[in-house]
T-cell receptor
């Protein structure tokens, strides 16, 4: 039962270009979405989040877009930097719930 | 910045043995979690813990698993009789408030290898 899906296991982007990571979800009760970044041998690190009352949230080079009708969210990184190379996890939760549902992750490689 | 710390970083054990994974959540956080990630798979919720009791658990968290907050700082995950399929990265996480409209803070994980 995969409620959060990241269909691209990997993505390669040239430094300076835009990285777009995608995520789909199936549970219409989800109303809070997060992106985590994970380096090898480290735990997931929170990157950016968005509530379902918004369709866009921006933090520096990172922007998350939410399309509730399509049950789709995306993370845009611009400009991409080599230090952004990591595995990116999409996660979602529902109000009052006590856990996060994670996608399987997308490995981003930013090529210098 | 305060961190969630986990020990050990890597634990190797034989099938059938008991293991205890340890975590020190961020000091002012009240809600604690264990997640795991089997190699190549998604991060999966195991259990959440608040006010000295389990508040929610997943299907994965069967009778072989238990959690405990033995003192004011540690939060432990015990697997009574490990199986090969318990091999995974185990992540502890904590959060200040009960709702998840703020991000979980994760530790760096314990890699459990069951042989």
């Amino acid at each position: 039962d995969q409620q959060v899906k990241q269909n691209s296991p990997s993505l390669s982007v040239q430094e300076g270009r835009i990285s777009i990571l995608n995520c789909d979800y199936t549970n219409s009760m989800f109303d809070y979405f997060l992106w985590y970044k994970k380096y090898p041998a480290e735990g997931p690190t929170f990157l950016i989040s968005i509530s379902s009352i918004k369709d866009k949230n921006e933090d520096g080079r990172f922007t998350v877009f939410l399309n509730k009708s399509a049950k789709h969210l995306s993370l845009h990184i611009v400009p991409s930097q080599p230090g952004d190379s990591a595995v990116y996890f999409c996660a979602a939760s529902a109000s009052g719930a006590n856990n996060l549902f994670f996608g399987t992750g997308t490995r981003l490689t930013v090529i210098p | 910045e305060p961190e969630v710390t986990q020990t050990p970083s890597h634990q190797v054990t034989q099938m059938g043995q008991e293991v205890i994974l340890r975590c020190v959540p961020i000091s002012n956080h009240l809600y604690f979690y264990w997640y795991r990630q089997i190699l190549g798979q998604k991060v999966e919720f195991l259990v959440s813990f608040y006010n000295n009791e389990i508040s929610e658990k997943s299907e994965i968290f069967d009778d072989q698993f238990s959690v405990e907050r033995p003192d004011g700082s540690n939060f432990t995950l015990k697997i009574r009789s490990t199986k090969l399929e318990d091999s995974a990265m185990y992540f502890c996480a904590s959060i200040e408030q009960g709702t998840l409209n703020s991000p979980l803070h994760f530790g760096n994980g314990t890699r459990l290898t069951v042989t």
